[in-house]
C-alpha cells in the first residue's frame, strides 16, 4: 500500500528534496563550527562539546521524535523539526558567546531527531515491502550527496563572508525545507496491512524488541556508524596524514573515494535488500568490511589506504540499507514511529561512541592496531547474522520476485 501525498504523488521524492536541504545545511556548518566555537574562546574541551552537542541531543530526542510525528501528524512533525532547526542556526547566528553556540546545536540537533525520525516512519509506513530497500537506499543517497556537497559550500563562505555566514545559509534552507515538508509531505500515515510477523498483540514493542531480528538490526545500526564516524571521519584522516604524511588534499580525497564507492553501489544494495533475504546484503557487507579493515590495517601505503576506503564504502553500502528494513518488516504499524526512534538512537549511538572509540584505540594500539580491533565487533555481528531469518515472510502475499 503506498499513501499519496497531499500532491497526489508517493512522499518518497518530496522526502529526498527535504532532506536533502536538512543534512546539506548539516554539512554547510560542520566545518567551520570548531573554528566558530574557538573564536569565540572555545578551550578545546568545549570546542569538542560543542561539535559532539549536535549528537548527543539528537540522541536523547530520536524516540521523542517518532512519538510527536504520531501525536501531530507527519507533515506537521517533519515541518516542526525543520523548523526548530532554523531557528537554532539563528541562534548561532548571533551567538555572543560559547554556551550559546552550545545551546544553538543542542537545539539543532534536537529539531534535526524530530525530522529525521519522523522522515523514516514515513518511508517505513508508506512504502510496500517489496521497495523498502531501494527507497532507504534512495533516502540515503540524499543524505550522502548532500553531506558531500554542505562543507565545500560552508568552508568556501566562511572564507569570503565569515564564519557565521554558513549558519545564516542553513537557517534559510532548513526553512525552505520546513515549508517544503508541510505542503508536500502526508499529513496522516494509515497503517499497513496487518502482518504476520509482529502483528498486534500481547507484549506490542516490547515483545517485538526481544525479537532476534531486531536486535541484529540495531546492533548493524550501531556498528555500521562506529565504522563510519570511528574509522572514516576520525582514525583514517590521522592515519592518512600522520601515519602517511599525505596533505589534506590527500586525505580528502580517500574519505571521497569512500563516499563515490558508497553512492555507487547503494541502488544495487537496495535492489538486492528487495529481492533476497535481509541478511544477505547484511553479510556481505560485513564480510567486505573485515576485508576493508585489512587493508588499512595492512602495511602503510597509499594504495591500501584507497583500495581500503573504497571497500568500506562498498561495505556501508550494503549494511547500512539493510537495517532499516528488516526494523520495518518486524514492527506491528502502530509501533513503526517508536521502532524507528530507536533506530535512529542506535546510529546516534555509533555516532558518538565511535570517534571516542578510535581516539583511545589509536593512543593506545597505533595505526594499524586501531583498524584490526575494529575487526573484533563486526566478526561477532557477523556471527550473529546466521541466526537471522527471512524478515521480508512478515508480509503477506508472494515474495517470488523480491
Avoid: K
Wanted: with cysteine; aromatic share 6%.
Amino acid at each position: 500500500m503506498v499513501v499519496l501525498s497531499p500532491a497526489g504523488r508517493s512522499p518518497l521524492r518530496a522526502l529526498v528534496i527535504t532532506t536533502f536541504c536538512v543534512y546539506a545545511g548539516f554539512g554547510l556548518v560542520s566545518p567551520v563550527t570548531p573554528l566558530f566555537a574557538r573564536q569565540l574562546g572555545a578551550s578545546a574541551a568545549l570546542v569538542g562539546l560543542t561539535v559532539a552537542g549536535f549528537g548527543l541531543a539528537s540522541f536523547c530526542f530520536d524516540l521523542i521524535g517518532g512519538r510527536i510525528g504520531e501525536r501531530v501528524g507527519a507533515a506537521r512533525a517533519a515541518a516542526g523539526g525543520a523548523a526548530l532547526v532554523a531557528v537554532a542556526s539563528l541562534v548561532g547566528v548571533l551567538a555572543p558567546s560559547v554556551p550559546v553556540l552550545l545551546a544553538s546545536r543542542f537545539i539543532t540537533g534536537a529539531g534535526s531527531a524530530i525530522y529525521v525520525t519522523t522522515a523514516m516512519n514515513i518511508i517505513a509506513r508508506t512504502t510496500p515491502p517489496e521497495r523498502m530497500g531501494r527507497s532507504m537506499g534512495t533516502y540515503q543517497s540524499a543524505i550522502l550527496s548532500s553531506t558531500a556537497i554542505g562543507p565545500s559550500i560552508g568552508g568556501l563562505l566562511a572564507g569570503q563572508a565569515g564564519l557565521r555566514a554558513p549558519f545564516v545559509l542553513y537557517a534559510i534552507v532548513a526553512a525552505g525545507a520546513a515549508l517544503a515538508a508541510l505542503w508536500l509531505l502526508p499529513q496522516r500515515l494509515p497503517a499497513p496491512a496487518p502482518r504476520r510477523l509482529g502483528e498486534e498483540g500481547p507484549g506490542g514493542i516490547g515483545r517485538v524488541l526481544r525479537g532476534g531480528a531486531l536486535q541484529i538490526a540495531l546492533a548493524t545500526a550501531f556498528v555500521v556508524f562506529i565504522l563510519r564516524q570511528g574509522v572514516n571521519s576520525t582514525a583514517v584522516p590521522v592515519y592518512a596524514n600522520e601515519g602517511l604524511g599525505l596533505g589534506r588534499g590527500h586525505v580528502g580525497l580517500a574519505l571521497s573515494v569512500s563516499a563515490l564507492a558508497n553512492f555507487l553501489f547503494l541502488p544495487h544494495a537496495g535492489r538486492l535488500v528487495d529481492r533476497r533475504p535481509r541478511g544477505v546484503a547484511i553479510r556481505l557487507g560485513l564480510v567486505a568490511t573485515l576485508a576493508s579493515l585489512l587493508l588499512l590495517g595492512g602495511p602503510q601505503s597509499m594504495a591500501g589506504l584507497y583500495a581500503g576506503m573504497f571497500v568500506m564504502g562498498v561495505a556501508t553500502a550494503y549494511a547500512g540499507v539493510a537495517p532499516a528494513a528488516v526494523i520495518t518488516d518486524v514492527t506491528p504499524p502502530a509501533h513503526s514511529a517508536t521502532a524507528m526512534g530507536i533506530y535512529r538512537m542506535a546510529i546516534d549511538a555509533g555516532s558518538v561512541s565511535g570517534p571516542l572509540a578510535a581516539g583511545m584505540l589509536t593512543a593506545g594500539l597505533g595505526f594499524r592496531g586501531v583498524f584490526l580491533a575494529m575487526m573484533a565487533p563486526v566478526v561477532v555481528l557477523l556471527l550473529a547474522t546466521v541466526r537471522l531469518p527471512d524478515t521480508r515472510a512478515a508480509h503477506p502475499g508472494p515474495v517470488g520476485d523480491r
